[in-house]
């Protein structure tokens, strides 16, 4: 029970953006190319203990820090679900930028979806709920924005994703993991996707 605790207390600590800070802000890890700062999305680094707890609470999904400039007033994130054979949005959440930097989460339950936004004064929770089928999967796939611990560079407008669980009741053809996953040829799925929406008057 004790240790039962403890993990609790410590998830709530890491939702709560406690457990969450990188060594270096997110606006010093923007990368540069031809000169210019370069707008960047990547998972948060995590002390290990609090890498320890996420992996024995078995947490699907990430937690994701972003650095931008002024071309970038805000986001929507966005889950969908694998429904009679389209991708169907279940749901959906935006904010906005008012500071070069942020910090974002998804975890995937069992019977929905978390969005969490996060800030020094805490962090705001958005729930949705949806059946996936892919419990009658034989194959599940996973991938994550960032497995590679390697940053992404931010698109305006363009739909990127963080976190999909995809499975194949046919093991025998599971094609690969892919970045679009609307592409992947699965049977059932889930998939977590942020959109950065560009400023008014930003240059394309």
């Known amino acids: ?24 802000p997110a606006e010093d890890q923007s990368t540069e ?17 609090t890498e320890d707890v996420l992996k ?18 805000g ?18 959440i935006t904010g906005k930028i008012e500071n070069k930097q942020g910090q974002i989460g998804v975890q995937l339950l069992e019977d929905g979806c978390n969005f969490f936004q996060l ?5 705001t929770k958005y729930s949705v709920k949806y059946t996936t089928g892919l419990k009658e999967c034989s194959a599940i796939g996973r991938k994550s924005l960032n497995t ?10 363009k739909e990127q994703f963080l976190f999909m669980e995809l499975g194949w009741k046919d093991p025998a053809i ?10 992947s ?4 799925g889930v998939a977590a996707t942020i959109t950065f929406t560009a400023a008014p008057g930003a240059a394309s």
């Not at 986001?75 to 749901?91: A, Q």
């Not at 800030?119 to 962090?123: A, R």
């Open 1 to 24: 029970m004790k240790r039962l605790a403890a993990l609790l207390a410590a998830a709530m600590l890491l939702l709560s953006g406690c457990g969450g800070k990188q060594d270096q």
């Open 185 to 188: 040829n699965c049977d059932a």
């Open 119 to 123: 800030d020094s004064t805490g962090h």
């Open 148 to 157: 590679d611990e390697q940053v992404t560079i931010i698109e305006p407008g």
């Open 56 to 73: 024995l609470l078995e947490v699907k999904g990430g937690f994701y820090d972003f650095a931008v400039d002024s071309s970038v007033s």
């Open 33 to 49: 190319r031809n000169g210019a700062a370069t707008m960047t999305i990547a998972q948060t680094k995590f002390s290990q203990e």
């Open 174 to 183: 599971q094609a690969s993991m892919m970045d679009d996953f609307r592409t």
């Open 75 to 92: 986001y929507t994130m966005n889950v969908w679900v694998l429904t009679n054979g389209e991708w169907v949005s279940n749901g959906e």
